[in-house]
């Protein structure tokens, strides 16, 4: 099993930043392709993005591209989505992921509770 946390989550105005978080226990933490994904009030949940076990790749979906970008610390055992220039459309309910990478996207075979990322006009 794999516990995921995560922080970061607020309310915004348009054009502003907010980095989450994601802090995980449980298995080794770089054993797992790690990503985001979100929700957003009547639609349904949407990839966001993915990193590797160890980094080196990443992938994120058309709609945060050159505004959003994933990382993680394996020393941390943390997970990171730096947003930038956001936009109201951008708001939804943000859940962290660990499972196995499947480019462009992944398979989930852990979720985190959400976190809440609002972004007024």
Known sequence: QVQLVESGGGLVRAGESLRLSCVASGRPFNGYAMGWFRQAPGK?????????????LTKHADSGKDRFRISRDNG?????????????????????????????????????????VTVSS
């Open 44 to 56: 349904e949940r949407e990839f966001v993005a993915v990193i590797n076990s160890n980094g080196g």
């Open 76 to 116: 941390k055992n943390t997970l990171y989505l730096q947003m930038n220039n956001l936009k109201p459309e951008d708001t939804a309910v943000y859940y962290c992921t660990a499972g196995i990478l499947e480019i462009p996207t992944m398979k989930p075979n852990y979720w985190g509770q959400g976190t809440q």
